[in-house]
């Protein structure tokens, strides 16, 4: 085989190895350690109209999303089902658009970036793009949602 | 605020999924033909060109628009037409690498290819738009407002 055509195959080759190494991670999240805690005050998100005070009673999803942003609508659908199915979960969004400093401080490269709080609003784990079936479940399980 | 243009998100990708097949074959074509290769590269950048001045009069969309989307189910969601618009835009900066740096240096026109590939192949198959992820990073970088 001339090296023409074996170069062009490495190349769709690379493709498909980036593709599938991107289809395996995006989504997958991990844990969070640390013990950083939200500051629901420089959060400062509001839901229905009222500011958001208090965290959720077990568990509070949080949701960084940007007004150009594609598949944060449909994250925000799945999380508010999760929301309404338990009272003991709360799901606040955060617009970062126009408030790159908290982009900054939580350091996030790509929205939908999804965090799960414990009941003292300490980060656990978090999620970069569109979570992976059950993730976001089964963390809320592990912090006690039945 | 200003209302934003909303998208079909199929219609980028399908774009996308012609550019993957055109800059395979500059990349092929660059490592055998060099000036079929510049020709295939110049045309890509006149496309990139033509969706950063006029996204709904390109080729790509119309037919995208005429004979593909009335097959599809209607889209579940609209996507903003900035990242994409701005995605074309880094496609046509590598493309402008490959047409100015190919009159110096033939190996550009085949890094430019690659690159402008690499990028359409993963949004054509995998939807993983690398312009749009880096139109944030770049935003909290200061580059972009």
């Known amino acids: ?146 | 605020m200003t209302t934003q243009k909303m998208i079909d998100p199929r219609g980028p990708r399908f774009g996308a999924a012609i550019t993957t097949g055109l800059s395979l074959i500059a990349f092929y074509l660059s490592l055998s033909n060099q000036q079929l290769a510049y020709s295939t590269v110049v045309a890509l950048g006149v496309l990139f060109f033509w969706s950063v001045l006029s996204p709904e009069t390109h080729p790509a969309g119309l037919v995208f628009k005429r004979f593909i989307k009335p097959r599809l189910a209607p889209p579940t969601e609209l996507e903003d037409s900035r990242p994409p618009k701005f995605a074309q835009q880094v496609g046509l900066t590598f493309a402008l690498i490959g047409i100015v740096g190919g009159l110096f240096a033939p190996v550009l026109v085949t890094i430019s290819a690659a690159f402008i590939f690499l990028a359409a192949f993963l949004n054509a198959f995998f939807g993983l738009c690398l312009g749009c992820q880096l139109y944030l990073v770049l935003r909290r970088v200061g580059v972009l407002r």
């Open chain 1, 1 to 146: 085989m001339d090296s023409t055509l074996w170069l062009t195959l490495s190349l769709l080759g690379l493709g498909l190895a980036a593709g599938l190494a991107y289809r395996f991670f995006h989504g997958r999240g991990h844990k969070v350690v640390g013990n950083e805690c939200i500051n629901l005050e420089k959060l400062a998100v509001s839901k229905n109209g009222d500011p958001v005070t208090t965290f959720g009673k077990t568990a509070t999803l949080v949701q960084f999303s940007t007004q150009y942003c594609g598949q944060c609508p449909g994250v925000r659908r799945a999380l508010a089902k999760l929301e309404y199915r338990n009272g003991d979960v709360l799901f606040i969004e955060a617009d970062i658009t126009d408030r790159l400093n908290l982009a900054a401080h939580f350091n996030i490269t790509q929205t939908p970036t999804v965090l799960v709080l414990n009941s003292a609003g300490v980060i656990k784990y978090r999620v970069g793009g569109v979570p992976k079936a059950g993730t976001i479940e089964s963390e809320l399980t592990k912090l006690g949602v039945t």
